[in-house]
């Protein structure tokens, strides 16, 4: 088998530009605005420690925090910022310590990459300031939101924040970041259709649907996937039901022969019987929630398509079996790797690998050139394009390396673990359970538990161990705290609250679901990339 893509990896990311660009809509150029991000290396930076090129690593980290600078006046997506650059900061500073950097006093509640984080993240704040909490797509990073800016902001652009943002706020001790990220994820629950479904693109201004195709792929996906991911993280029941509600809509209404296609969000009519490549996630996120056996029969359905042509066209025509005008390309995407390196977790069927194997001879065969892997731009005569993604290295070959590495650290199962002192007392940290973020970026869901600044959560600390010492008492207030859930979805859509409204009941009743002290859960997770893509709105 050939593994020739994974070993050059490390010297492969920083060959690349300091100042490459993320990518704009579905079929567009990358914007110019994200050069100063320096996003190729906070993008791969989590990826060198995975394939264990540790003084990279350590060298990227030094680079960054000498150069990096989010003062600069340029228009930023607010998903792609908090996706790519917040979630890749924070992954790098939970894993700093793995990867022999020193970190300061208070680790991992302090440290220069956590205050990276933070201000990139305290720089997309302002496009949250709406009527309805849910965000703009785009902020200026040195003025806020610009005042022609759109009020067209797509489904996942809105509810892809809650794992970054709770992170965040956990560590830092500033709630701000899981509010906004809760308020938005609720005006969508708020907004979805009476049949159970929601569209494609919304007027977070007014809350009124300007795209009302609904299905599972670009521009909805990773509001799915973040319920899912949200519910374990935070261990909150609430996120996990209002997903499985939909997953229900979902089977009924978009699924044809363990295909799925894209429905009216209100009348559940087919609009457009096509396979998208983003699409390649759910089979991962079914693993999740314990579909093995659907999850598996979509994962084929899509395999065969890859064997069709070396690899997922953006559009896939259901009925006529062949690529859509204008989306024959192939971007090096990491989704049906992702779900295989999942399923794969689960099942340890060996077609899985075979996924694998083809997809590394694929890469090999048709993208490689002299500077790295490019994009196919045709995979009917296998034409490439002169770019190379950033989700290439933050994903694709991150999930490739570890369907093949079954001892890497993420896969830990609590064997080994870390004991941490931080000044809030002692935590476990990699024990497992990693939690990847859309772009694949691991987050320790440890590392919640170790910074207890927040009030409520030091009254938790003081009820546990009254309980412990086996006061009646005490004990009484534990479960009273334990019964709270963070919010109530409320029982039908179309009913909206203010986000003033949402965050005063949330003062209300401040205690949160949380483990037991000491306790890593141990399971695995899912990700992958969401494009901002008007796939809806253009004339194609």
Not at 81 to 104: C, M
Not at 211 to 217: E, L, M, T
Not at 266 to 293: H, R
Not at 385 to 396: C, I, Q, W
Request: aromatic letters at 10%.
């Amino acid at each position: 088998m050939p593994f020739r893509l994974l070993v050059p990896l490390g010297l492969l990311c920083l060959l690349l530009p300091l100042h490459h660009g993320a990518p704009g809509p579905e079929g567009t150029a990358p914007d110019p605005a994200h050069y100063s991000f320096s996003l190729t290396l906070i993008d791969a930076l989590d990826t060198l420690l995975i394939l264990g090129n540790v003084s990279e690593f350590q060298r990227v980290v030094e680079v960054l925090q000498d150069n990096l600078d989010f003062d600069i006046d340029v228009n930023a997506s607010v998903f792609e910022t908090n996706i790519r650059v917040v979630g890749g900061l924070l992954s790098a500073h939970l894993l700093s310590k793995k990867a022999g950097v020193e970190v300061e006093a208070g680790w991992p509640c302090s440290g220069p990459l956590l205050r990276m984080a933070e201000e990139a993240a305290r720089k997309l704040l302002p496009a949250f300031q709406t009527p309805t909490g849910m965000p703009y797509g785009t902020v200026n990073l040195l003025h806020g939101v610009n005042p022609g800016e759109t009020p067209v902001t797509c489904t996942a652009g809105i509810g892809t924040f809650i794992v970054e943002f709770a992170t965040l706020s956990s560590l830092t001790g500033d709630s701000v970041f899981e509010e906004k990220a809760r308020v938005a994820l609720m005006r969508l629950w708020e907004s979805r259709s009476d049949i159970g479904l929601v569209g494609n693109h919304i007027d977070v201004l007014t809350g009124k649907w300007v795209a009302q195709d609904a299905g599972i792929g670009a521009g909805v996906d990773s509001y799915f996937e973040y319920l899912v991911k949200g519910a374990i993280l935070l261990q909150d029941k609430k996120l996990m039901t209002m997903f499985l509600e939909y997953n229900k809509a979902i089977r009924n209404y978009t699924r044809f022969d363990d295909w799925y296609l894209w429905v009216q969000m209100y009348k559940g009519t087919v609009s457009m019987p096509v396979f998208q490549s983003l699409e390649a996630y759910w089979p991962g996120l079914q693993s999740l929630i314990g579909d093995i056996d659907n999850a598996m029969k979509t994962f084929l359905n899509y395999y065969t398509v890859w064997k069709q042509f070396g690899g997922l066209p953006e559009f896939y025509n259901i009925p006529q079996g062949y690529t859509v005008d204008k989306r024959e390309g192939y971007p090096l995407r990491p989704e049906l790797i992702e779900s295989a390196m999942y399923l794969y977790r689960a099942t340890g069927d060996p077609t899985l690998l075979e996924l694998g194997r083809d997809a590394v001879e694929s890469i090999e065969k048709i993208s490689k050139v002299e500077c790295g892997f490019a994009t196919i731009k045709d995979l009917r005569d296998h034409k490439l394009d002169n770019r190379m993604e950033s989700f290439f290295l933050a994903e694709t070959v991150k999930y490739l390396y570890l369907l093949f590495d079954p001892t890497n650290f993420i896969h830990n199962n609590g064997s080994t673990f870390d004991a941490v002192i931080t000044p809030y007392g002692e935590c476990i940290l990699g024990a497992g359970g990693y939690i990847f973020n859309t772009e694949a970026h691991p987050i320790d869901p440890a590392a919640l538990h170790c910074c207890r600044r927040l009030k409520e959560e030091q009254w938790e600390v003081e009820d546990l161990m009254r309980e412990f010492y086996s006061l009646k008492r005490s004990r009484s207030r534990v479960q009273k705290t334990i019964s709270s859930g963070p919010w109530e979805p409320p029982a039908g859509p179309g009913t909206f609250s203010s986000p003033e409204n949402h965050s005063r009941a949330r003062e209300k009743k401040p205690a949160k679901q949380r483990i037991p002290l000491l306790s890593c859960p141990s399971q695995p997770f899912t990700s992958k990339l969401a494009l901002l893509g008007q796939v809806f709105l253009d004339s194609s």
